[in-house]
């Protein structure tokens, strides 16, 4: 078993910046794929970015290129979403992932963690 809590929500204003992380315990998260997602209100949730457990450059949705950037730590068992020009349509409630493969089929979750983009 993995869990995962992320942190770093709030408000920003649009066109501002926002960290996330995400603390994984249970295992360590350098056997697993590692993702991002979001689910906006009304929406279904849907994939932001995600990295494999070799590591190397991650895969972005359209809508986080350029503005996004996740990255991991394994040896602080912790990945990073890092999020610049944001925008109301960012607002969402973000999850953490991680998965034995990057299809995030059978994933562990964390609870979420909601921002809100002020206009």
């Known amino acids: 078993q993995v869990q995962l809590v992320e942190s770093g929500g709030g408000l920003v204003q649009t066109g501002g910046s926002l960290g996330l992380s995400c603390k994984a315990s249970?295992?360590?998260?350098?056997?697993?794929?590692m993702g991002w997602f979001r689910q906006a209100p009304g929406k279904e949730r849907e994939f932001v970015v995600a990295i494999s457990w070799t590591g190397g450059y991650p895969t972005y949705a359209d809508f986080a290129k350029g503005r996004f950037t996740m990255s991991r730590d394994n040896y602080k068992n912790t990945v990073y979403l890092q999020m610049n020009r944001l925008q109301p349509a960012d607002t969402a409630v973000y999850y953490c992932?991680?998965?034995?493969?990057?299809?995030?089929?059978?994933?562990?979750w964390g609870q979420g963690t909601q921002f809100t983009v002020s206009s």
């Open positions: 992932a991680a998965d034995s493969s990057m299809s995030f089929q059978a994933s562990y």
């Open positions: 249970g295992r360590a998260i350098n056997v697993y794929a």
